[in-house]
DNA sequence: ACCAATGGTGACAATAATGAACCGATGGGA
DNA sequence: TCCCATCGGTTCATTATTGTCACCATTGGT
């Protein structure tokens, strides 16, 4: 199970928003791979143009590599730029830090963030890469993911990243459950701490969920009311990324916004 | 010297907007690796969110990984949203096709390009690894970069890309002379046929290069006058780009843009 | 019905990855 | 000033990972 290129692009994950420069030790602790390995890997990646060292100080970077490659995808296939505009639109409605993710691999990539202009808010570190069964994002896609994806993902240890976060794979199904009946998912402080998150699915032409739109909010300033309001905007939002995208949600969301628009 | 990873990282370079989604055997086919070697590493790229395959078809095509990452650094380091303007107002006072690459590992990537309006115009083939010998902006670049990457460089065997390409090392080493002394490099059909780059180096903090930002013209078209215009054109572009990105440009450089102003 | 592609899988020999020890440089503290 | 810790980087014998090849199951064109 622990193929060297999956070593090596596991050291990509350790780049974020809050950390994008990282020294080899570092990343050699981190990754729990010997230093000399890491070192290898690096000089490779460094060679294709993923990442590279920044000319004077010894700490690698990102590099101009995956600025091509989010160009090539993006030209091909744009969402990104669809979502930043929901993002914004999200954000200044609510008045709170509005971000997306993918789905990308076993795990969620954030890809748009926007954050709220008031004073108190979450700002979340962005960049990052979260996992599915804490997150309010992860929730909601799993939901309307096939469900050998979730097999697989549930599978696995399920890492408490705070003292509420379900570790149990029974739990979790249990709350995708909720999330079917919903359509939408809500996270109280189960993936960091003083940070509750509400999360939509967004579709892919086959019905299949591909990402997530959602609203964070400091945990001690969520209210019902508020609650209300953002499954409001994020269902209005949902629905014209998914026209945006060419995304067709399927029967099982549909009946949900119907639900929530009935009630 | 061909680490697996090397093999598995250079088949993302297959990737560009003219084919955004390969197939397996394709990509074995490309890249001269056996299919099963290549079905295991793409898989472990699926599983990191490089790559992904359409639920639908069996082809693969780049994931939503790579816009995080992307991401990353565009927030850390901008300068794809800062090439890009200038892109714009390059093609728009000219007319013609601008595009920007920036070193990425032994190639040059491409990271924007903005096509002219008017009809007949060089539509390059965007998104593209491009080699360094043979197009102006490898020229632009390698002549004010490291000797030791020239070195690196040089030494390797130089693909004849047109009829036209110089593949031989010590002609490139004068030319490189040349480009030192002007402050660009042109390319007549050496790296596609019918098609005239000119090109200006972009800089780092350091003084070396980093990129270039070139105009592509239809060969036939190129003209003296024209030739004048673009060049004074990139410039000037040029010199609003290294401040935008706080490049420096070193001493060399400085003359050439002397020297061009005082004629 | 055929044939030639395609995507994908399994087992074994060969190669490439591994990690401990080591080096020189740097920098901070006592 | 000396010392020690840490840094990036390198070397080399051991061993686990990889590449090869042979084989399926499907698909689509003739």
Redesign the interface.
């Given at each position: 199970m622990s193929?060297?290129?999956?070593k090596?692009?596991?050291l990509?994950?350790y780049?974020?928003?809050s950390e994008?420069?990282i020294g080899l030790s570092e990343l050699a602790r981190r990754s729990g791979v010997d230093k000399a390995t890491v070192h290898?890997?690096l000089a490779?990646?460094?060679?294709?143009?993923?990442l590279?060292k920044r000319?004077?100080a010894r700490l690698y970077?990102?590099?101009?590599?995956?600025?091509?490659?989010?160009?090539?995808?993006?030209?091909?296939?744009p969402?990104?730029s669809v979502f930043q505009q929901s993002l914004e639109a999200l954000s200044a409605q609510i008045g709170e830090t509005a971000h997306a993710s993918?789905?990308?691999?076993?795990?969620l990539?954030?890809?748009?963030v926007c954050e709220a202009s008031r004073g108190s808010r979450v700002s979340l570190v962005?960049?990052e890469?979260l996992p599915f069964h804490s997150t309010a994002s992860g929730l909601a896609v799993l939901a309307f993911s096939r469900p050998e994806l979730v097999d697989r993902l549930l599978a696995e240890p399920l890492a408490a990243r705070t003292s509420r976060t379900p570790t149990d794979a029974e739990v979790i199904r249990a709350r995708l459950q909720e999330v079917r009946l919903t359509g939408y998912a809500e996270a109280d402080q189960t993936n960091e701490d003083d940070v509750y998150g509400i999360a939509m699915p967004v579709f892919?032409?086959?019905g299949?969920a591909t990402?997530a739109i959602a609203v964070a909010v400091p945990a001690h300033r969520m209210t019902n009311d508020l609650r209300r309001q953002i499954i409001a905007a994020l269902f209005a939002e949902a629905e014209t990324l998914n026209a945006g995208i060419g995304g067709r949600p399927p029967a099982t969301f549909r009946a949900a916004v119907a639900r929530f628009g009935a009630a």
């Open positions: 193929s060297t290129v999956a090596a692009l596991s990509l994950d780049f974020s928003d994008p420069e290898r890997m490779v990646m460094c060679d294709h143009g993923l590279e000319g004077d970077r990102l590099g101009a590599g995956v600025l091509r490659l989010a160009r090539v995808r993006e030209t091909a296939f969402v990104s993918l789905i990308s691999g076993r795990a990539a954030t890809i748009g962005a960049g890469i892919d032409t086959d299949t990402g």
